[in-house]
């Protein structure tokens, strides 16, 4: 059987919001390790990885299983994302535009080494900034600027003297 890698909520979700990570089709106990990557907005590229070994089943479940060492240790389900790392030293992962998405690339290894062995498996998961329908509104009242940001549904009615109302 090949290996699945899934991520929940499948596809997208906002950045903070948790994600649950797990593969299935694995050799019993077999030792795999997870990669996770992205590139920011000037292309340059953050990872993380984490080695693990399956259960006797053959799936690993990160909020079940504790990470064996890689950029950290320990049960940590959300750890391939808060542990991400630049290539590049002293570079910081900054989001300069939320109307787009960082797209996090997560991919199962076979074995313990971050740089080698085989891929078994890969997905994509896009980790969004605004949740849909909200929109971003520029706003400029004299030295002051600001953005704000609407709810889906809400529209400002008036803006009297730098101030809005919604209807």
Known sequence: MAATLTVEPAGRCCWDEPVRIAVRGLAPEQPVTLRASLRDEKGARFRAHARYR?????????????????????????????????DRPFWRLVKRDVQTPFVVELEVLDGHEPDG???LARAEHERHFMSPGVRRVPVRAGRV???LF??????????????????
């Open 150 to 167: 609407l709810p889906p549904g809400k529209e400002p009615r008036h803006r009297t003297s730098g101030h809005f109302s919604w209807s």
């Open 54 to 86: 399956a259960d006797a089943a053959g799936h690993l479940d990160l909020a079940r299983a504790p990470a064996l060492g890689g950029s950290f240790a320990g049960l940590e389900p959300m750890g391939l994302l808060w542990a991400l790392e630049p």
């Open 145 to 147: 600027r600001a953005t």
């Open 117 to 119: 062995g085989r891929l």
